[in-house]
């Protein structure tokens, strides 16, 4: 993967945001945004668009610093905001429509059905969006999501930052949770279940457990 392909502003944009509203002070902002080598936003938020605006490696570098001046717990919250929010701003951007998916989502039988068509859409935006390659897969009852070269734990892999766990890419597991409950109105839970921060691979592996999940919290 090439790491000085140029992600669409959005990316950094949700980011901004969330750690804007996670932190007391802009100070906080901003010495975050300077750790990863994006001063250049200190003053202006970047566009909540797709005009190229970050390279991959400053995305990877920006998460990194997420997990290194932030407490676990605060880090993962951070991650899951990030993609809960990144869920609604794709349905938003036309991206994916709901009304698009109305007609598609009608003419299928079942909400397993639903889902796997919305995985397979959505997983091809982000291979585009993000140039690397996201594979989505049955597996029984069940579906596989392997992301290669995942940019969510790319600082840990490199050493750069110690390993708090064995499985670290929470915005994925946010993000298609999220997703699924989108398309198929109920939660069904996401698992991380393979990640290179241990698995010696170069994909992280997310496995979608059908009908399996906790109550949603109000
Ligand atoms: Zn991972």
Request: with cysteine; charged share 20%.
């Amino acid at each position: 993967m090439n790491p000085d392909r140029q992600l669409p502003s959005y990316v950094i944009r949700i980011c901004y945001d969330i750690i804007a509203e996670e932190t007391p002070s802009h100070e906080s902002l901003q010495r975050v945004l300077a750790l990863a080598g994006l001063e250049r936003y200190a003053s202006s938020p970047p566009p909540l668009n797709d005009t190229p605006a970050l390279t991959m490696r400053e995305y990877e570098r920006l998460i990194g610093v997420v997990w290194h001046v932030f407490d676990n717990v605060q880090a993962r919250e951070i991650f899951r905001r990030v993609a809960q929010r990144g869920f609604t701003n794709l349905t938003r951007s036309g991206v994916l429509a709901y009304g698009q998916f109305l007609r598609a989502f009608d003419a299928l039988g079942t909400k397993h059905e639903r889902v796997a068509m919305m995985m397979n859409r959505l997983t091809q935006e982000l291979t585009r969006a993000l140039g690397n390659k996201h594979e989505f897969y049955r597996q029984g009852e069940d579906f596989i999501l392997d992301i290669y070269d995942c940019p969510y734990c790319a600082e840990i892999v490199r050493g750069n930052i110690a390993a708090p766990y064995a499985n670290v890419c929470h915005i994925p597991v946010a993000f298609y949770e999220t997703a699924i409950a989108w398309a198929s109105g109920a939660p069904h839970t996401v698992q991380e279940i393979s990640c290179r921060v241990s698995n010696q691979q170069n994909y992280c592996r997310f496995k979608i457990f059908w009908n399996v999940a906790v109550k949603l919290k109000p």
